[in-house]
């Protein structure tokens, strides 16, 4: 048991949430404390619960707290497609903003040996059992436009040629409602190296 003030410990395990500095958790602390106490009763609850009950999905490694996710386990779900994310925020802002019905396969990362992360940490043995019991007729790569996320992605690219896969690279480029002038140089080198034909 610590012999820190409890409202010092509060503060301190506030900041570990990313992006939350010392005031920013005082401020959060204060506010439940003085304004919101039954708020951050259902906040512990909650968080509680989720610690001990959420793990990865066996098939795609999302997050979710069954054995299989409701989207691996969907029979609405398009089979011939498989979408290869680096964590489970990119499923999410893919569900969001687009229609795709397909499958995912989450990486929990992005080759990185200078980090120590290869194709084991990222699940790729598992991705190729994958490719060879359920093959998808596409493989959709969605991985960041960093160094690491084109690595990882000619790396996925190759398992895919093994299983004659069509691959598809999501686009990167200029952004919608962007002006030419504003974008950095290595995106509108990309976005001309990436153009596409119109009809």
Avoid: W
Wanted: glycine content about 8%.
């Amino acid at each position: 048991m610590s012999s820190e003030p409890l409202l010092n410990q509060l503060v301190e395990s506030l900041r570990c949430l990313p992006g939350v500095g010392p005031k920013s958790a005082q401020r959060m602390a204060l506010h439940l404390l003085e304004r919101n106490r039954e708020g951050g009763l259902q906040l512990a609850s909650v968080l509680e619960s989720a610690m001990h009950n959420i793990g990865r999905c066996k098939q795609c490694r999302d997050l979710t707290e069954l054995e299989i996710c409701s989207v691996c386990a969907s029979p609405r779900r398009d089979q011939s497609l498989l979408c290869v994310v680096e964590s489970p925020v990119d499923v999410l802002a893919i569900e969001q903003a687009t229609a795709y019905k397909g499958r995912y396969f989450v990486l929990l990362g992005r080759l990185s040996p200078l980090d120590g992360i290869g194709p084991a940490e990222l699940g790729l043995d598992q991705l190729a059992e994958l490719l060879e019991t359920n093959t998808p007729q596409e493989m959709i790569i969605a991985t960041n436009p960093t160094v690491e996320g084109e690595a990882t992605s000619y790396y996925l690219q190759r398992m895919a040629k093994k299983h004659a896969i069509r691959i598809t690279r999501i686009a990167h480029g200029v952004p919608l409602g962007g002006e030419l002038e504003y974008t950095d140089q290595s995106t509108l080198a990309h976005a001309f190296g990436s153009r596409l034909q119109l009809d």
